[in-house]
């Protein structure tokens, strides 16, 4: 058996331990135990975006250079400092330090982690089933996501602190896992020079590409919405409409639950939809959501919100596969952050900007907000790709 090829069952525990993000679910209401109102949370959004930006094309060039496993593996021991030093953290400037060490972790690893899995499968000559294995990852990351959703709200209820410490067990165990990774020796010496240069290619080649330009535009509008309601408002706008903790716990599970079983038929429907469907569908069906939550705060508007998890695995999912098809192998990990570049800059911005219409106005005026955003924006993206 060649040691490559352990990649896979080790990739999938990975993704089971390193997707447990227990803390995650309360997170928003973690910072209000601290009074900390939405434009405070939504300007913590923005500093780790902004951090995300300061190291995410130096963090893939690393990739590229140095290895991915490699850099894998320094993002988990960043977000284990991390999570230990939101455990010790009761003021905003203990909460910006800790957003910043997120966002390093989070640059190390994001690109570096699919250019790794599509890197396997191209060695193994399995890139063919790259939709479907995305597909089971995200089965893994959904079933992560039901015991997340469960314990999150149960644990936060009896002790804040518990999400945050129970997180931090199964990120030492990710890191452990990641340490027996397998990936050949990088021929080539690390310098300065050849990181420089390594990012400037990637820059011209993403620049000079009007086919990337787009992609990475699209990938930001389709998946904002996404980032700010599970970063600012999902959280307050359940509890706001009626439900409690307990209750919120069992929608998240619900919720999961569904997204677990549809991830496994995304690769099926991607291919009956297409490439062109999928995209107006993915912004098409956020529009309707957002304007359903933005417009009335009924409980019943759960079904959106059971919904809206499954959209994002399938915007997750397709997005990565769509962009991934058009990167060579060498600049791969770059070209990724340099899209995470893109994104995280723009998102930074527009975290701010709807913190600040919910502080002055309501959660339901910045959910109207951010659906007008992506529907106006996605809308005229794709009208300007497929206007023939």
């Not at 307990?246 to 009956?272: H, T």
Request: with cysteine.
């Amino acid at each position: 058996m060649l040691p490559i090829k352990r990649n896979i069952p080790l990739y999938y525990t990975f993704i089971f331990f390193s997707s447990l993000w227990i803390f995650n679910v309360i997170l928003v209401l973690y910072y209000q135990v601290f009074n900390l109102n939405f434009s405070q949370i939504a300007l913590l959004g923005s500093i780790l975006s902004l951090a995300i930006i300061l190291f995410e094309i130096p963090s893939g060039a690393f990739a590229d250079l140095i290895g991915r496993k490699w850099s894998i593996i320094l993002s988990q021991i960043l977000f284990i400092a991390y999570l230990i030093v939101l455990s010790q953290s009761s003021t905003i400037i203990g909460f910006v330090f800790s957003a910043l060490i997120f966002g390093i972790s989070f640059s190390f690893i994001s690109g570096s982690k699919e250019a790794f899995l599509f890197d396997t499968l191209k060695a193994l000559k399995r890139t063919k089933e790259h939709v479907k294995i995305m597909g089971k990852e995200h089965f893994l990351f959904a079933i992560a996501g039901i015991i997340s959703a469960y314990l999150g709200p149960t644990l936060f209820e009896i002790n804040i602190y518990y999400p945050i410490y129970l997180s931090l067990i199964c990120m030492i165990i990710a890191l452990f896992v990641a340490l027996f990774f397998y990936e050949e020796k990088n021929k080539n010496k690390f310098t300065f020079e050849e990181h420089t240069n390594q990012i400037k290619k990637s820059l011209k080649i993403t620049f000079q590409s009007k086919k990337l330009l787009w992609i990475i535009f699209f990938t930001f509008i389709s998946a904002i919405g996404f980032r700010i309601f599970v970063n600012i408002t999902q959280q307050p706008y359940i509890l706001e409409i009626g439900f409690n903790l307990k209750e919120m716990a069992y929608i998240f599970v619900i919720s999961a639950i569904i997204g677990s079983v549809c991830a496994l038929f995304f690769d099926k429907f991607e291919k009956i939809l297409g490439e062109k469907k999928s995209l107006f569908f993915l912004i098409l069906s956020q529009t309707i959501i957002f304007f359903m939550i933005g417009f009335f705060a009924y409980k019943l508007n759960v079904i959106f919100l059971i919904l809206f998890g499954v959209i994002r695995g399938y915007q997750g999912i397709t997005m990565n596969d769509y962009i991934n098809k058009h990167i060579n192998s060498k600049e791969r990990a770059t070209m990724l952050s340099i899209s995470s570049f893109a994104n995280n800059l723009f998102a930074a911005i527009f975290l701010l900007l709807i913190g600040f219409i919910i502080n002055k106005s309501s959660i339901l005026t910045g959910h109207i907000a951010t659906g007008l955003f992506v529907t106006i924006i996605g809308l005229g993206l794709l009208f300007y790709k497929y206007k023939k």
